[in-house]
């Protein structure tokens, strides 16, 4: 899907079908623990929040989840090659998490310099992606898969793409999680997010710069008392992606992101949105009176004062999350045989003053493997994972330590006519 160019069988009429895919066996053992949900990951979010949230530890798993099977097109038209592609999985996300269940990861199509459906973000770089079992990956990339419009005006040494994407956020009630005055705040998404990006490839490898802009708002819903929660601010972000062939066996992959509210766009991070204690709330017994205006309100929970009318000041206001992420590693090909990736990730919060304690503030990810290639399609081998998550004010941390055995069976049939 990534080719931009016609080849000559094209030119000439012919079209063209893959179907392609692998099952795919992975089976180790957990030295700590995780949520069960995703039992056969290292996901820094889901490590435990607090002593013994997922207790016991020491667990063996097993499970096919990671097996694939797709479809890819290119018919050639007066109006550039015309390319799909539908693709799916069996790894259950969503309120299928933990289920061995069909998911979809690919509806797109292309035509010419156009595409649209289900695809990579364009913020992201797929090729920044190291060469490990472990199916979630590096929780510092930026990796999701969106639904999207997108123009490619250039194509080939140097690229450009932009696109249009459907939005999406969450938030976090901090401390004052579960209060009813906080029931009714639903997303308000009225604009898709902008993404783009600009890449050059050259023998050496390539360098590409990505971008995202997009609005995130929430709105209010709860009219049964006088505070407005509603609001609104700005997601922002960009991503710095190089892959470097430093010489035919080794091969570095790096990225380093930087934004805020852009958590939805990454491989493992929680929240887009925090709560901040609002600088123009004061907190104190009488009524707090916004600027100019001779009425006011108590803290959350109280009443306005009888007889008064006018804006009151939420005590909370809804900022986006800064955040910083970076990937790093090596792919390494020891002979035609035999194949080591190695590196290092992590994803840190910059966490608003209301979040919770136990609110999630930092992850890190670490993979290193051996890979056996003893036949065509077929890749077998052992690998060492680990992550960790730090909490935002309470200083827990926890763990997890791992060693996965995989066995990949891979195939792929064209046709053409």
Known sequence: MTSSTINREDEKGERSMDIYGFVMLDTGY??????????????????????????????????????????KTSTPTKWGELKTIFEFELFGT???????????????GEL?????????????????????????????????????????????????TLALERPGASGDQGVYAGRIELAGIRPHLQLPDFTGNVRFNRDWGHIQASWLLGSIKWEDTNTKDDVDFSG?????????????????????????????????????????????????????????????????????????????????IAPLVGRAIPMFAMSAFLDHTWSKKFTTAVGYSMLNMENT??????????????????????????????????????????????????IQFSFKYSFNKGFKW
């Open 94 to 108: 969503g309120v299928d998490a933990g289920q061995t269940t069909f998911r979809l990861r690919h509806a797109y």
């Open 232 to 312: 609104s601010d700005l997601r922002a972000g960009l991503s710095l992606t190089s892959v470097l062939n430093f010489n035919k066996d080794n091969i570095g992959r790096f990225q380093a992101t930087y934004g805020q509210g852009t958590q939805n766009y990454m491989n493992d991070a929680p929240l887009d949105v925090g709560a901040k204690f609002n600088p123009d709330f004061i907190l104190t017994p009488t009524p707090v009176r916004p600027a100019g205006d001779a009425t006011g309100a108590r803290t959350l929970g109280l009443l306005r004062p009888e007889g008064s009318t006018g804006p009151i």
């Open 353 to 402: 003053n209301a979040q919770a304690p136990g609110a999630f503030h930092r992850g890190q990810y670490f993979v290193a493997n051996l890979l056996w290639y003893p036949v065509e399609n077929f890749v077998m081998g052992g690998e060492y994972q680990w992550g960790r998550r730090n909490n935002f004010h309470d200083d827990f941390s926890s763990d997890d330590h791992r």
């Open 112 to 160: 010419g310099q156009f595409g649209a459906g289900q695809y990579w973000t364009v913020f992201g770089d797929t090729d920044a992606f190291p060469n490990t079992f472990e199916y979630w990956g590096p929780n510092g990339l930026v990796w999701f898969r969106n639904v999207q419009i997108r123009w490619m005006p250039l194509k080939g040494r140097n690229e450009l």
């Open 30 to 71: 957990s030295f700590k623990t995780n949520h069960p949900d995703w039992y056969d990951t290292i996901r820094p979010t889901k490590l435990p929040g607090f002593e013994g949230e997922f207790a016991p530890e020491g667990k063996w798993y097993m499970g096919v989840r990671q097996s694939r099977f797709g479809v």
